[in-house]
C-alpha cells in the first residue's frame, strides 16, 4: 500500500498571501489529521476529519481551516499568511474512527512565509 | 500546548548501546504511541501500546506503560547510527478521537 502522501513539499509564499496544502491518506483509512511542528511550539494539533465531516478542532485562530472529500483526500487552507505559519504541516491518516489504531504520517509540506 | 514531558532532551550514545527515552503525560489517555523522525521529516510511526498494556516489544524496540505514573519509556537496545534521530511520544485522550498530544521529544545521536 501507498503511503501517506502530501503536496507540495515545499512552499514559499509571502505574508498576506493564502494557501492549501493537500494531503492523501492511505487507501482505506478514513481519518485525516493535521499538525504543525515549529522549533518553538513543537508539534500541535489542528483538526480531524472523518467522512468528511471536521470532529475535533485544535487551538488554532479562523485563518486555519480544512475540509475532507468524499475519496477521503483533505486539504488544509491558511488565508492571510503571517511569518510565524512558517512550520512543517504533517498530516496523518488513520483507517478508523477509533482510537485503538495507529495513525500514519506523511512527509510534510514545508511551508515558508517572507 | 503540549501534554507531556520527554527526557532527556538528548542523548548521545555509542553504537551497541542502549538508549531509554521517557515521556509523561498528564491527562488519562487512551493509547500512547512513539514515532521517529529524521531531520525535520515525517514522522515513522514506531509502536502503539494501549492503556490496557504494560509493556510491549518491537524488534529492538521495548515500551513500557505505567498509567498509574503517567509515564512510559521507550527502550532501544543495539543501538545503530541510523537510529540517530527525534524521537517523540503521542497520546490520544479519551473521548479525543485521534488527535495526538506530543511531547516535546528527545534528540537521540548515536556515534559509530
Known amino acids: 500500500k501507498a503511503g501517506v502522501t502530501q503536496t507540495p513539499r515545499y512552499l514559499i509564499k509571502t505574508r498576506g498571501q493564502q494557501v492549501t496544502l493537500s494531503c492523501s491518506p492511505i487507501?482505506?483509512?478514513?481519518?485525516v489529521s493535521w499538525y504543525q511542528q515549529t522549533p518553538g511550539q513543537g508539534l500541535q494539533f489542528l483538526f480531524e476529519y472523518f467522512s468528511e465531516t471536521q470532529r475535533n478542532k485544535g487551538n488554532f485562530p479562523g485563518r486555519f481551516s480544512g475540509r475532507q472529500f468524499s475519496n477521503s483526500r483533505s486539504e488544509m487552507n491558511v488565508s492571510t499568511l503571517e511569518l510565524g505559519d512558517s512550520a512543517l504541516y504533517l498530516c496523518a491518516s488513520s483507517q478508523n474512527p477509533g482510537q485503538q489504531y495507529e495513525q500514519y504520517f506523511g512527509p510534510g509540506t514545508r511551508l515558508t512565509v517572507t | 500546548s503540549q501534554q507531556g514531558e520527554e527526557d532527556p532532551q538528548a542523548l548521545s550514545i555509542q553504537e551497541g548501546e542502549n538508549a531509554t527515552m521517557n515521556c509523561s503525560y498528564k491527562?488519562?489517555?487512551?493509547?500512547l504511541q512513539w514515532y521517529r523522525q529524521n531531520s525535520g521529516r515525517g514522522l515513522v510511526h514506531l509502536i502503539l501500546i494501549r492503556s490496557n498494556e504494560r509493556e510491549k516489544h518491537s524488534g529492538r524496540l521495548r515500551v513500557t506503560l505505567d498509567t498509574s505514573k503517567k509515564s512510559s519509556s521507550l527502550l532501544i537496545t543495539a543501538s545503530r547510527a541510523a537510529d540517530t534521530a527525534s524521537y517523540f511520544c503521542?497520546?490520544?485522550?479519551?473521548?479525543?478521537?485521534?488527535?495526538?498530544?506530543f511531547g516535546a521529544g528527545t534528540r537521540l545521536a548515536v556515534h559509530p
Open positions: 491527562t488519562s489517555i487512551n493509547n
Open positions: 503521542a497520546t490520544t485522550a479519551s473521548g479525543g478521537y485521534n488527535k495526538l498530544i
Open positions: 487507501s482505506g483509512h478514513r481519518s
